[in-house]
C-alpha cells in the first residue's frame, strides 16, 4: 500500500452505493482506528455512536434538515454511519476508570508508578479546568480520532464523508446526549460510493507546499 496514493485519491463521498455494506472484519478495523487513536494524558474523552442499520442512520439523518438536508442522503444511502462525540467534563471518576484500565492493560509496574502518573494526568486536567476549556480541549482529541478513521477508510479501500452540517441539538435529543455529558461533533458516513457521485472524479485541490510549510 502506498500511502502518498491513499492520501492522494480518499476524497468526501457525495453519493454513496445502497446495494454495498461494508464486511464486519474491515467495520471491526475502522472502529480500531477510533479506539487507538491517541489523545492528551490517554484521556479518551470521547464516544462513538455506530449505526449498521437503516433505522440507526435514519436517526441520524433526521439531524440534517432544511439548510442542512443536502447531507441527508449521504447519511441514509452510506453503509455505516459514525457520530463522533466529546465528553463535556473530566469527573474524577471518569479518570479513575482510565486510570484502573491503564493498570488493568498492564501500563504500571508498580503503585507508585501509577499514582505519578494520576497525579500527572490530574495536574494538566486541572489546568485546563482553571482556564475553563476542559470541553474545548476533549474535543480536539474527537478530531484526532476523525483523522485516524479518515485515513483507516482511505488505507482499507472504505469511501467516507466527514459531515459538520447538521444540526447537532437536535441529535442530541435524539440520543440523550446532554444527559450523559457528550457532545456531538462531526457524523462520518462510510461506505462505497455510486457511479453518480460526480465527487469521485475531480482533482482534489490544496495549497502549494510553500505556503503551507515554512523552515523552523
Ligand atoms: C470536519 C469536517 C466537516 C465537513 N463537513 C462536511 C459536510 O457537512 N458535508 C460535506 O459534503 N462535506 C463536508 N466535509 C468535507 C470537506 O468539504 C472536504 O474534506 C474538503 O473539501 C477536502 O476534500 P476531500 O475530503 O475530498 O479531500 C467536511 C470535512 C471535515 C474535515
Not at 454513496?16 to 467495520?27: A, F, G, V
Not at 449505526?51 to 441514509?76: C, E, F, H, L, M
Not at 459514525?82 to 474524577?92: K, Q
Not at 455510486?194 to 515554512?214: C, G, H, Q, T, W
Request: charged share 25%; proline share 4%.
Amino acid at each position: 500500500m502506498n500511502l502518498l496514493n491513499v492520501l492522494k485519491t480518499r476524497y468526501t463521498t457525495r453519493a454513496y452505493d445502497t446495494t454495498r455494506r461494508i464486511p464486519q472484519e474491515t467495520m471491526d478495523q475502522l472502529l480500531a482506528a477510533l479506539r487507538y487513536s491517541p489523545s492528551s494524558v490517554n484521556a479518551q474523552p470521547w464516544h462513538f455512536i455506530v449505526a449498521d442499520n437503516q433505522a440507526g442512520k435514519d436517526r441520524i439523518a433526521a439531524s440534517t434538515p432544511g439548510v442542512s438536508s443536502y447531507n441527508t442522503p449521504k447519511i441514509k444511502d452510506a453503509s455505516h454511519v459514525i457520530v463522533l462525540c466529546a465528553r463535556d467534563v473530566l469527573s474524577e471518576d471518569y479518570l479513575n476508570e482510565v486510570l484502573e484500565q491503564e493498570d488493568k492493560d498492564g501500563r504500571y509496574e508498580n503503585a507508585e508508578a501509577k499514582d505519578g502518573f494520576k497525579g500527572a494526568r490530574g495536574m494538566y486536567v486541572g489546568l485546563h479546568e482553571k482556564a475553563g476549556d476542559v470541553a474545548a480541549w476533549n474535543q480536539k482529541q474527537v478530531y484526532l480520532a476523525q483523522g485516524f478513521l479518515l485515513l483507516a477508510a482511505g488505507m482499507l479501500g472504505v469511501d467516507a464523508t466527514p459531515i459538520e452540517g447538521f444540526e447537532p441539538e437536535l441529535l442530541s435529543k435524539e440520543f440523550g446526549l446532554k444527559e450523559k455529558g457528550l457532545t456531538p461533533l462531526v457524523i462520518v458516513s462510510l461506505g462505497y460510493h455510486a457511479e453518480a457521485d460526480n465527487n469521485a472524479k475531480r482533482p482534489k485541490s490544496r495549497l502549494e507546499n510553500d505556503v503551507i510549510f515554512s523552515r523552523a
